[in-house]
Each structure stands twice: as C-alpha cells, then as structure tokens.
C-alpha cells in the first residue's frame, strides 16, 4: 500500500453554506483552490472545522465531489468521519473511497463511553470495509470524553493493515511522543501528525478570500 502521499500540512476545511443552509459551491471551490495554492499537501473534508456533524450523507456526498473536482489531483483529499453509529461510518467510508477520496479519519464515538472491545470492533469494521484505502486514527478527547489507549492502537495496528496513522488532538504532547516510540519500525509512525491549525486562523484565512 503506497502511502508515501501522507505528509505535511493538511488543514480541516470549513463548508460555506448559503443563507438557505445549502453549500455554496462557489465559494467552496474558491476555499478549495485558497487552500492549494497556499502550499498545503492535502485537505480533509467534513473535520471537526467543516461541521460534520450537521451534514446528511447525501449532502456530504455532494460536498465531497466538489472538493474531489475542485482539487483535480492536486493534493491529495481525505473524509472526515465522526458518526456514534458503526453501520453508519461504513456507509460513508465506502462512499467517500467510491468517489475517489485518498484516505479517510474516523473519530471515536462521541457521548458514549465505550470499552476498548467496543471500540476496536468499531474501527476495525470501517477498516476492513474499504479494503485498502488508508484509514486514520482521529483522538480527539476533548470533543468525545475520552482518549484511544496504547493498547486499543497498537491492536488495531496489528489488525488492519489499511491503518496508517493518527490525527491527534488532545495536546499532549507526551502521549503523542509514546506513540510515536511503540509504532517505530512500523509504517504507522511516519504519518502520525498533530493538529496545529486553530479553527479561528483557518476561518480568518477563509474569510478574507
């Protein structure tokens, strides 16, 4: 699996909508060729900044092939996916690798307070239902009330091949330095990356396109 293409800069764009709460293509378009053209190495469509959780699936279908048209193979584009419901994110796994995204980012189930079985059956199922399309880890304790543990990672790792990486957002720097120390020698470690975007800057940035 070539996943030599996950690198660098790849900030969580937001989904401008009209005053009718439908997308504005235009403007989506604008953001995605803004982004580009300032030098990022891909863009994740529906992240924490997009609103994901507002969106039906048809919707973000739509939203999807127009960043997916826009960026024409310019960088490459990834799904963001935070559903509670597993049956669900394998919905829009396949989706999003059936219209041509790069990879997808699953984020732990949000409310719930799940076990770590619970939850390696959860990323595991979205893992192997989009056979070879790269798939990262999303922790993101602050939004969901809990952090992925080393063991549920490393079980995941050992897994599902198609687990690449982690986009962590719980600011800890210590944790992210152990799992960069128990995935080395693994192709996992070379893509785990940290959030560094605020979603103030990413939207100032939009908004004086």
């Known amino acids: 699996m070539d996943t030599s293409f996950i690198r660098g800069i790849i900030p969580?764009?937001?989904?401008?909508?009209d005053k009718d709460e439908n997308v504005?293509?235009?403007?989506?378009?604008?953001?995605?060729?803004?982004?580009?053209?300032?030098?990022?190495h891909g863009i994740l469509a529906?992240?924490?900044?997009?609103?994901?959780y507002v969106f039906e699936e048809e919707e973000k279908k739509r939203i999807l092939?127009?960043?997916?048209?826009?960026?024409a193979g310019r960088v490459p584009v990834y799904?963001?996916?935070?559903n509670i419901k597993?049956?669900?994110?394998?919905?829009?796994?396949?989706?999003?690798?059936?219209?041509?995204?790069?990879?997808?980012?699953?984020?732990?189930?949000?409310?719930?307070a799940p076990t770590e079985e619970e939850?390696?059956?959860?990323?595991?199922?979205i893992a192997n239902s989009v056979g070879d399309l790269p798939m990262l880890l999303y922790n993101n304790p602050g939004r969901t009330g809990y952090g992925m543990s080393y063991n549920?990672?490393?079980?995941?790792l050992d897994a599902c091949p198609n687990i690449v990486g982690m986009k962590d957002s719980s600011g800890d720097m210590t944790r992210v330095a152990e799992f960069i120390r128990l995935t080395r020698g693994r192709n996992f470690s070379e893509h785990l990356f940290m959030v560094a975007l605020e979603q103030s800057v990413l939207r100032l940035m939009c908004s004086r396109n």
């Open 12 to 17: 969580p764009i937001i989904t401008p909508l």
């Open 24 to 40: 504005d293509e235009a403007k989506m378009r604008k953001q995605v060729d803004f982004v580009i053209n300032g030098g990022v």
């Open 46 to 52: 529906f992240g924490s900044n997009s609103e994901f």
């Open 65 to 71: 092939e127009i960043i997916l048209s826009q960026a």
């Open 79 to 82: 799904m963001g996916i935070g």
């Open 86 to 112: 597993t049956r669900k994110c394998i919905r829009i796994a396949q989706m999003a690798k059936a219209a041509g995204a790069s990879g997808i980012s699953v984020l732990q189930p949000m409310f719930l």
């Open 119 to 125: 939850l390696f059956q959860h990323f595991s199922s």
């Open 152 to 156: 549920l990672v490393m079980r995941l």
